[in-house]
């Protein structure tokens, strides 16, 4: 009987030991978080220092229209569920003191989004994708500085019967491209039934701006010249430049009646100088869709203005259809 207790106990440890093994091996595994995209993807959002110097390279205006989907963060991107889909105004979360409320700046990326930022981003009506449960699409563009092809772009949308959104930042808002001012595009975003969201006047990281008189002032100075623009009003989108944010800087957003939309997928297309092949990105693009994804493009992309109708037609037939911010989850 001794001997078969003595076996028994050993049998037990040598199971347990192994347990450990296994349990120590999944901690392993989760903390090697995987790439959706293969190395060899080069038009794929990283940041490595060849990425850095070709922003640098780019014309002074090209700043302005690049966002953060090259940053560096380690950790999964984690969707934003919500509840059915409303296009009423919030009720802003009010803080008397907002000593306590971080200025440190989270990079954002659509391939890797901090593990934290669920939790801030539901708190402080932030976005990165909409009804995850359908294969839904939120169609958006960036315009920093027109490069002559957002008229091309509108012209596929309307044959595609696709509503996007368009943020635009205050240079844009008051440029002009080849003597035409940006409004007439402005008026024609209106008319024909897009979003006009805001992009801020600098395009500096936001959460720079720990003043709040300055951070509004940013959201304001491009929402007062949308709004002087006959025919046009600025819906409540924000997109934050670089794609960086903090707690405060979602809070002061908030604050404003604004919503935060960041993205699901995006990738190196604002490099006017140096545009992705056609097929190579629409073959990356493909292979990343996701249910309810907020997908960012730059509409000063020749490539994306070329590849626009046959993605859009393309996610169509696997089923995609495209809904409008004012559709997301509230």
């Known amino acids: 009987m001794l001997k078969k207790n003595l076996a028994f106990l050993i049998a037990l440890t040598i199971f347990l030991s192994g347990c450990g093994g296994i349990n120590q091996d999944k901690r392993q595994n989760e903390n090697n978080i995987p790439k959706t995209i293969s190395e060899s993807e080069s038009i794929a959002s990283s940041s490595s220092e060849e990425d850095n110097k070709t922003e640098t390279q780019q014309k002074p205006n090209d700043k302005i229209a690049s966002d953060s989907e090259k940053s560096n963060s380690k950790s999964e991107a984690v969707p934003v569920e919500g509840l059915e889909p409303s296009q009423e105004a919030f009720t802003p979360l009010l803080i ?3 000593s306590s409320l971080s200025t440190k700046a989270i990079p954002w990326s659509w391939l890797y989004s901090p593990r934290d930022s669920a939790g ?6 932030g976005y990165g994708f909409g009804d995850t ?3 839904i699409i939120y169609l958006t563009f960036d315009e920093g500085y027109e490069n002559g092809y957002t008229s091309s772009i509108l012209d596929t949308l ?8 368009f943020f635009v ?3 844009y808002v008051t440029g002009s491209y080849n003597g035409v001012p940006d409004s007439e595009l402005l008026k024609r975003m209106s008319k024909e039934g897009h979003i006009i969201g805001n992009h801020s006047v600098q395009h500096k990281s936001m959460p720079t701006f720990t003043n709040e008189t300055a951070f509004d002032a940013e959201l304001t100075g491009v929402e ?3 709004n002087s623009i006959p025919g046009c009003k600025m819906s409540k989108y924000f997109r934050p430049p670089e794609g960086t944010f903090s707690e405060l800087s979602l809070y002061y957003t908030q604050k404003l009646g604004y919503k935060s939309i960041f993205f699901a997928l995006a990738y190196q297309d604002y490099n006017v100088d140096n545009q992705p092949a056609p097929e190579a990105a629409k073959e990356m693009l493909l292979k990343n869709t996701r249910n309810g994804m907020i997908c960012l493009l730059h509409a000063v992309s020749k490539t994306n203005a070329s590849i626009l109708d046959s993605m859009i037609k393309e996610w ?3 089923g995609y259809e495209f ?8």
Not at 120 to 125: D, N, P, R
Not at 158 to 165: I, M, P, S, T
């Open 158 to 165: 309307k044959l595609n019967n696709v509503h996007a959104a």
């Open 224 to 226: 007062d010249s949308v």
């Open 120 to 125: 801030l981003l539901s708190k402080y009506k």
């Open 96 to 98: 008397s003191d907002t």
């Open 169 to 171: 930042t205050k240079p």
């Open 316 to 318: 169509k037939n696997e």
């Open 323 to 330: 809904r409008t911010l004012d559709e997301l989850p509230n």
């Open 133 to 135: 449960t359908k294969k």
